[in-house]
């Protein structure tokens, strides 16, 4: 476990179709091209991370992270780039390596890769998967995958891809590359992670953080048992800045709810309410929502509480809009991320 007070802040989005000042929807391309932007305002403020989800349905602009990513690389110098997350099952992992080995090169060594089965299904369809192979699709590959950070020739086998004899990938990184699994919370997913030897980024949409330390502490001696030495563990959660609570809280409700209730009817939740969101976003709750000190002093307190070393704030939030956005990526960089580490050190 690393000091405290030296925990990476970083940001994810998933590229959000938002509103214009009009209350139009932006175009898919207009969002992509306002990803980027952020993604510069996030290095110009001295961030961490810059992650970019993947999506194939209509309330997410971005379906190749690695592209967007690039077209980042080229406008920042510091902050590393990464998913959040590579849906790994429906995609090939020797793919995967050699897209995030070229992001790698162009950004001079600051991608990651986060890998994850993905919280909706449209991939595996739309790639032609059985989602009857949901678990054993995502071990092989991981499997695989982990095989291929090696950097030298692979022989593998599963069952639901081609064998690979003494396979050779390109490029190379010039230093590794940094692999993580996304883990929404079972024990399974901590230990396999564990297993194969990857960094651990929880995605903590619900509920406190504290319910989660079981799952820190299971990772940790996970990593014992099978040998390896300590790795990172991450935090995933969404979050808004702005001057006051109030604002942030008025500003991002809007957002929140238009997506809850979209899923939602996917996945028969109840309607989303003002009650429930002001509850999200208490101290119980999973929401990182309000006045730079307020959002600081949760992010600090969740540091403490799982003893991570990285804490992403999902920061785009439905149809939020860009200005907002920009806005909260900035109090994120220069008045909540110096909070934190005093409040940590």
Known sequence: MTELAAVELGLDTFGDVTRDDSGELLSDAQTIR??????????????SFFGVGEHHRPEFAVSSPEIVLAAAAARTENIHLGTAV???????PVRVYERFATLDAVSNGR??????RGSFIESFPLFGYDLRDYETLFDEKL?????????????????????????DVFPKTENGLRAWVGVGGTPESVVRAARYGYGLMLAIIGGPADRFRPFADLYRRSLTT??????????????HVAE??????????EGFAAMNNTIGRERGWPPYSRMRFQRDVGPEGALYVGSPQTVARKIADTVKTLGVERFDMKFS??????????????LYGTEVAPLVRDMLS
Not at 111 to 116: D, H, M
Not at 226 to 239: A, N
Not at 244 to 253: C, F, G, I, L, M
Request: charged residues 25%; negative net charge.
């Open 34 to 47: 306002n990803v980027v932007e952020q993604a510069v305002l996030a290095d110009r403020v001295g961030l």
């Open 317 to 330: 939030t439905g149809t939020l809009s860009h200005e907002r956005t920009m806005r909260s990526i900035e």
């Open 244 to 253: 006051t609570d109030q604002q942030a809280w008025d500003e991002a409700y």
């Open 143 to 167: 499997d695989l995958f982990s095989k291929l950070l090696d950097e030298k020739p692979v022989t593998w086998q599963g069952t639901l891809r081609a064998p690979l004899t003494d396979a």
């Open 111 to 116: 991608a990651e890769v986060i890998l994850g």
């Open 86 to 92: 590579t849906v790994l099952s429906s995609d090939d």
């Open 226 to 239: 099978f040998e390896h030495e300590p790795l990172p563990i991450g935090v995933h959660s969404p979050g």
